[in-house]
């Protein structure tokens, strides 16, 4: 079974632009979260979607946001971006909503704002 | 709020030697927990968990980690590390009281295997 994927793999962008990320969970999957690694704040919460609703939201303002369709693939959007939004987007999915439900991590997007 | 905390951002080993890595957390009621490994240029994979049961919690590649309600530790060993033990480390919490797969993490501890 083939695991998580996103796309792309990296990207670099200017300030003010926005970018769109994107996760393909495994096969099944319905739940797919967002977490943000930068090297100052560590990994953090970005959201999570099931059954394309939003079901849990981390703190961070609203030039992030997500969506999820009926096929249970992901997109992240980050609008008028800045130079703290530099860091590894990493997706990951898991069969259902709920803390026992093992979360499998993709490879990240390493999004770089110049 | 919970939190978590790794004590040393960056631990170094002889190869053959105890791997021991510290995670703390903080929470109101006995949380779930996590250790995850991370190598380089890539996502983030479970090593073990633990929800409910017995404390002592057998993971891959030989870790294992022992919940402790009373010191609120949840710390990772391995009896003898390996060369591609090279990675870091991240510990996490979930509550199991709220809805969703929200994870918070460590800072993380990135290991240093020498020969």
């Known amino acids: 079974k083939a695991g998580v994927t996103q796309t792309p793999r990296y990207l670099i962008k200017t300030r003010g632009q926005q970018v769109t990320l994107s996760c393909s969970p495994i096969?099944?999957?319905?739940?797919v979260s967002w977490y943000q690694q930068t090297p100052g704040q560590g990994l953090q919460f970005l959201f999570e979607?099931?059954?394309?609703?939003?079901?849990n939201k981390g703190n961070f303002p609203g030039r992030f946001s997500g969506r999820q369709f009926s096929n249970s693939r992901s997109e992240m959007n980050v609008s008028t971006l800045e130079l703290g939004d530099s860091a590894l987007y990493l997706c990951?999915?898991?069969?259902?909503?709920?803390?026992?439900?093992?979360?499998?991590f993709g490879p990240g997007t390493r999004l770089t704002v110049t | 709020a919970q939190s978590v905390t790794q004590l040393g951002s960056h631990v170094s080993v002889s190869e053959g030697a105890l791997v021991l890595l510290r995670c703390n957390y903080s929470?109101?009621?006995?949380?779930?927990l996590f250790w995850y490994v991370q190598y380089p240029n890539q996502g983030l994979q479970l090593l073990l968990k633990?929800?409910?049961?017995?404390?002592l919690v057998k993971g891959i590649n030989g870790f294992e980690a022992e919940f402790k309600k009373s010191e609120t530790s949840f710390h990772l060993t391995k009896p003898s590390a390996h060369m591609s033990d090279a990675a870091e480390y991240f510990c996490?919490?979930?509550?199991?009281?709220?809805?969703?797969?929200?994870?918070?993490f460590g800072g993380g501890t990135r290991v240093l295997v020498k020969p």
């Open positions: 929470s109101s009621v006995p949380p779930y």
């Open positions: 979607y099931f059954s394309e609703t939003q079901r």
């Open positions: 996490a919490v979930s509550d199991w009281r709220a809805a969703g797969n929200k994870l918070t």
């Open positions: 096969s099944g999957h319905r739940s």
């Open positions: 990951a999915s898991s069969l259902a909503s709920g803390e026992t439900y093992e979360q499998y």
């Open positions: 633990y929800t409910t049961g017995a404390t």
